[in-house]
């Protein structure tokens, strides 16, 4: 019995240079993802016209859905490539198909399907999106919260900043200074922690400036393609709540 093959269409390039297409023929093995197969493209380098070229390069770091460095844009839609599963019940392709590859859109590209996603770091650092603590000394047991705030919180604690949710969202781009939706729902999660609330004022202010909340456009697709199933929008909603009772009534505070 023949081997049973898939076909990889990469768009490869550097930089700002010239994009250019590259087709690969894969072994398909069970359990096989698009990590395995670029990993069998980069034991032989070789197109499906049997012309040698460069190994494929590509982010991954965990290979278990948690880093968020393997987003790449498969078959048209933003994923994790090393959840996407290329047969099973949750396949995206049964033998003999093409599988479309190419890197994130929305992020300057190094090469292949590597990007620089500095802008969303960047983003974090804005929002503050971390817990402030009073020096690295024994501070002893931290802050209860309660069981009905865990459950809000949990989810949203689930953003491993992998970019699904930017890829997806038309607002997010070189003409805009959006931030995104990953960065607004941060904001609600790190001002409902107990030590997080002591700079929820610096926190609701950087999401009410230039490129903040006022700049979604409420499309939606951010919650449709976040591999974390994150309530986005959700966030999104209860954050414009919050910025329109601080313009309102923030004066109060200062």
């Known amino acids: 019995m023949a081997q049973e093959t898939v076909t990889l269409k990469i768009k490869r390039g550097a930089g700002t240079g010239e994009s250019t297409w590259e087709e690969f023929s894969v072994p398909l093995s069970p359990n096989a993802n698009v990590i395995s197969c670029l990993m069998e493209i980069r034991k032989n380098p070789v ?22 460095a393997c987003t ?52 974090l650092k804005r929002v503050k999106a971390w817990i402030q603590i009073d020096g690295s000394h024994e501070l002893g047991a931290g802050p209860r919260v309660s069981p009905k705030d865990q459950e809000i919180m949990y989810p949203l604690s689930r953003c491993m900043t992998c970019g699904c949710c930017v890829e997806s969202c038309p607002n997010y781009n070189d003409h805009s200074p959006f931030i995104g939706p990953f960065a607004i729902s941060l904001v609600r999660m790190y001002n409902m922690h107990p030590s997080g609330k002591m700079h929820a004022g610096e926190r609701l202010d950087s999401i009410m400036s230039e490129g903040g909340i006022a700049d979604c456009g409420k499309a939606q697709n951010c919650v449709k393609v976040c591999p974390k199933a994150i309530p986005l929008t959700e966030s999104i909603a209860v954050m414009g709540r919050e910025t329109l009772k601080r313009a309102l009534f923030g004066w109060l505070l200062k």
């Open 47 to 68: 197109t499906k016209g049997g012309q040698s070229t460069t190994p494929v390069s590509w982010d991954s770091c965990c290979l278990e859905e948690v880093c968020g």
């Open 72 to 123: 790449m844009v498969i078959n048209g839609r933003a994923r994790q490539a090393c959840s996407t599963m290329i047969n099973g019940p949750h396949g995206i392709a049964k033998s003999g198909e093409t599988i479309t590859i190419e890197p994130m859109t929305k992020f300057p590209r190094v090469r292949d399907l590597v990007v620089d996603r500095s802008k969303m770091f960047d983003a």
